[in-house]
Nanobody, 125 residues
Framework: QVQLQESGGGSVQAGGSLRLSCVVH????????LAWFRQAPGKEREGVAA????????YYADSVKDRFTISRDNAKRTLYLQMNSLKTEDTAMYFC??????????????????WGQGTQVTVSS
């Protein structure tokens, strides 16, 4: 069983920064590719960034690739998302997820098996 718990969300003004964390409980740890997704009211769930088991390979959505950085610390069993230059369009519930499929790099929700319950990010102007 894999369990994930996000933290670090909150309210911030446009142009500010937030750092999200996700503690991943899995056995053995490091066996899954990981990703961040987000979903705003009235919109479909959107892939934000993904990272391989080793951390060597990363994928970003075009909307965030110059502003967000995904990383993982396997020793701490934790996934991170550093978000800089936040925009109001970034307002959403953010979820971390784990994949055991071959197409995790596509950032499609259907490729991810395990999900956290989300942390809210609100960016105001």
């Amino acid at each position: 069983q894999v369990q994930l718990q996000e933290s670090g969300g909150g309210s911030v003004q446009a142009g500010g920064s937030l750092r999200l964390s996700c503690v991943v409980h899995e056995s053995p740890y490091g066996s899954d590719n990981l990703a961040w997704f987000r979903q705003a009211p009235g919109k479909e769930r959107e892939g934000v960034a993904a990272i391989s088991i080793s951390g060597a390979t990363k994928y970003y959505a075009d909307s965030v690739k110059d502003r967000f950085t995904i990383s993982r610390d396997n020793a701490k069993r934790t996934l991170y998302l550093q978000m800089n230059s936040l925009k109001t369009e970034d307002t959403a519930m953010y979820f971390c997820a784990a994949s055991t499929t071959y197409q995790w790099w596509s950032l499609k929700p259907a490729e991810f098996t395990y999900w956290g319950q989300g942390t809210q990010v609100t960016v105001s102007s």
